[in-house]
């Protein structure tokens, strides 16, 4: 398995500009992730998906956050517009908790570094 | 409201020496406690998981302790090398069964 598969790795833009984040989770896995890693807070989560639908997105900072899930193999993190607060490494994380077991680890991706200037 | 705490400063150690990192919770009854793995540029890897019935865990090198009325977990590393050095999160995970990590601890181990 490939594992979680983020796109792109760095992503460079200018203040005001949309910004989308791609990921890709681990094949059969039902809970899908987005976290956001700065040294100040650590990692955060955003929003969390099981079997396609949002479940909790109260992390989302600002209605400038959407994030979409249109499939079991994708989802999205979009910014509009970008601002320079939100210069971060976000993380997307899938987990398979078929069995039942909630205490299922998350498998990360190796993040996209947003930095807005 | 909920804090979970973990040394901010690095730990540094000989290679062969035990390593011991600490997370300290307050405000939380997690049912888990997962311990992961970043290194620079990387995602978490996830290493152990210990339950809240579970006093100790063990995997290999490590070894995960958890006490809940001292709202503490410990996280050894025994003869550690220098492939160990790493950033080493913590994670609750409580009634909504999703995780909320620590800031994590970097660990240094040198030759």
């Known amino acids: 398995d490939a594992g979680v598969i983020q796109s792109p790795r760095h992503e460079v833009t200018e203040m005001g500009q949309e910004v989308t984040l791609r990921c890709k989770p681990i094949?059969?896995?039902?809970?899908l992730f987005w976290y956001r890693q700065t040294m100040m807070r650590g990692l955060e989560l955003l929003i969390y998906?099981?079997?396609?639908?949002?479940?909790?997105d109260s992390g989302m900072p600002e209605d400038r956050f959407s994030a979409k899930m249109p499939n079991a193999s994708f989802s999205t993190l979009k910014i509009q517009p970008s601002e320079p607060r939100d210069s971060a490494v976000y993380f997307c994380?899938?987990?398979?908790?078929?069995?039942?077991?909630?205490?299922?680890?998350?498998?990360f991706g190796n993040g996209t570094r947003l930095t807005v200037t | 409201s909920q804090k979970i705490e973990q040394n901010s400063e690095a730990l540094n150690i000989q290679e062969g020496k035990t390593a011991t990192l600490t997370c300290n919770y307050t405000?939380?009854?997690?049912?888990?406690l997962q311990w992961y793995r970043q290194d620079p540029g990387r995602g978490p890897v996830f290493l152990l998981l210990?339950?809240?019935?579970?006093k100790e865990k063990r995997k290999e090198r490590l070894k995960v302790t958890f006490d809940t009325t001292l709202k503490q977990s410990l996280f050894h590393i025994t003869a550690s090398q220098p492939a160990d050095s790493a950033t080493y999160l913590c994670?609750?995970?409580?009634?909504?069964?999703?995780?909320?990590f620590g800031r994590g601890t970097s660990l240094i181990v040198h030759p």
């Open positions: 994380a899938s987990s398979a908790r078929v069995l039942g077991d909630m205490g299922s680890p998350l498998h």
């Open positions: 094949s059969g896995h039902d809970y």
């Open positions: 998906f099981n079997n396609n639908v949002p479940i909790d």
């Open positions: 405000n939380y009854s997690p049912a888990y």
């Open positions: 210990i339950r809240e019935n579970e």
């Open positions: 994670a609750l995970v409580g009634g909504s069964y999703i995780p909320t």
